[in-house]
């Protein structure tokens, strides 16, 4: 890609059913013609403003630097809540200041690198008419596509050093092992946690327990085990998953974000 191909990705909670993100799409395409836009997520669950921040920290490091990313979970549209824009590691980022950016933010904490807020107060690069309903299209893509235009972060407000932060999930340490929690289920059925494989000592003895089952060991790959098997892997982020091969491990767990996994060493 190169300057005049901007790249300004979306995660939304909007599905598809509607022309919701379609009309995203119109609106950056009428101020930046040359954005090149990548869907990362329109079923983010209904206001779940969590899974948004984990969807866009998982995916947003794979694009390449000078991406714009318009994240809109906005159950507070409409209301004091703030919009906001951040430059981090060369990416930047649009949407309400409701927690959304939170992996962002423990990114730019974990690895000492600055980060640049702004508070989005310059209504001249809003839509003429903004709604109290839909800053998504009146606010934040508008927005989005000055930035992919080349508009400097500064022209869009002054800067602001506080952001709202949600609890991310964290593994806790017992005296056999660790409790992680699920906190991803993707459309496979397969359960993310939060237990980074390096926590782990001894991969072939340890014992997963969650919603009643007991796994035993880690596998390499779904293609390792028997069709219909309950199994534990560590999966492309380096995160222990619990997956049923050629299944869903959220359907015969009845597993949902946020349940505990025990694990014993």
Not at 36 to 54: K, Q, S, T
Request: proline letters at 6%; one cysteine or more.
């Amino acid at each position: 890609m190169t300057s005049h191909s901007p790249i300004v990705t979306l995660v939304t909670d909007f599905g598809t059913k509607d022309s919701f993100v379609g009309t995203l799409k119109g609106v950056i395409w009428s101020i930046c013609p040359s954005a090149h836009i990548a869907d990362i997520c329109h079923e983010i669950p209904p206001r779940n403003v969590l899974a948004g921040a984990l969807m866009l920290g998982r995916a947003y490091p794979f694009f390449p630097r000078g991406s714009v990313h318009l994240a809109v979970v906005d159950p507070g549209v409409g209301t004091s809540r703030r919009p906001v824009a951040l430059r981090f590691d060369g990416h930047l980022f649009v949407g309400p200041d409701n927690g959304l950016f939170t992996a962002v933010l423990k990114k730019a904490a974990e690895q000492g690198k600055p980060l640049e807020i702004i508070s989005l107060d310059n209504e001249k690069n809003f839509l003429p008419k903004v709604s109290s309903t839909f800053h998504g299209r009146d606010l934040f893509a508008p927005v989005a596509a000055h930035l992919a235009n080349g508009v400097p972060l500064a022209k869009l407000g002054p800067s602001i050093s506080d952001l709202q932060c949600l609890s991310l999930p964290e593994p806790e340490k017992t005296i056999n092992g660790w409790h992680a929690h699920i906190t991803v289920i993707d459309i496979f059925g397969n359960c993310t946690t939060d237990l980074l494989a390096e926590y782990l000592t001894d991969r072939t003895e340890v014992i997963f327990r969650v919603k009643g089952y007991d796994v035993h060991g880690l596998v390499t790959s779904y293609g390792h085990a028997q069709p219909g098997e309950l199994i534990a892997l560590v999966n492309s982020e380096n995160l222990i998953e619990i997956a049923v091969a050629n299944g869903s491990a959220s359907e015969l767990l009845g597993a949902r974000a946020g349940d505990l996994v025990e694990v014993v060493e």
